[in-house]
């Protein structure tokens, strides 16, 4: 993978409470997060972006989520496959993913 298809990521140490929280405030990036709590998707197949919202609006989404350490965005062919970032976001903050998208098992 060349480094121009590589986006920034913070490491676990890195990934701030107060970030985390920012990027699950807004609706579109929880749904996204609800979403890729069941597995990583491929950007363009993840509804919770809403296809009718710019390209640009979506790219932001996803750029915040994952500055915040939330999600991983990695190359795959033209496309982007966002992952969550669960194991990371439990070891740095225990309990924070059950608290905010509830149990899984529930939905």
């Known amino acids: 993978m060349s480094e121009v298809s590589r986006f920034p990521h ?3 140490d890195e990934i701030e409470l107060t970030e985390v929280l920012f ?5 579109a990036r929880l749904a996204l997060v609800r979403e890729l ?3 990583p998707l491929d950007m363009v197949d993840c509804s919770a972006l809403g296809p ?3 390209k640009s609006t979506r790219s932001h989404q996803v750029k ?7 999600i991983i965005s990695e190359l795959q ?11 990371d976001l ?16 529930a939905r």
Do not use: K, M
């Open 52 to 54: 009718d919202r710019p």
């Open 10 to 12: 913070p490491t676990r």
């Open 64 to 70: 915040v989520l994952r500055e915040a350490g939330v």
């Open 90 to 105: 439990d070891a740095r903050f225990p309990g924070l993913l059950l608290a905010v998208l509830g149990d899984p098992a």
């Open 37 to 39: 709590s069941s597995g």
């Open 77 to 87: 062919g033209r496309n982007r496959r966002l992952t969550l970032r669960h194991d």
């Open 23 to 27: 990027a699950l405030s807004d609706p």
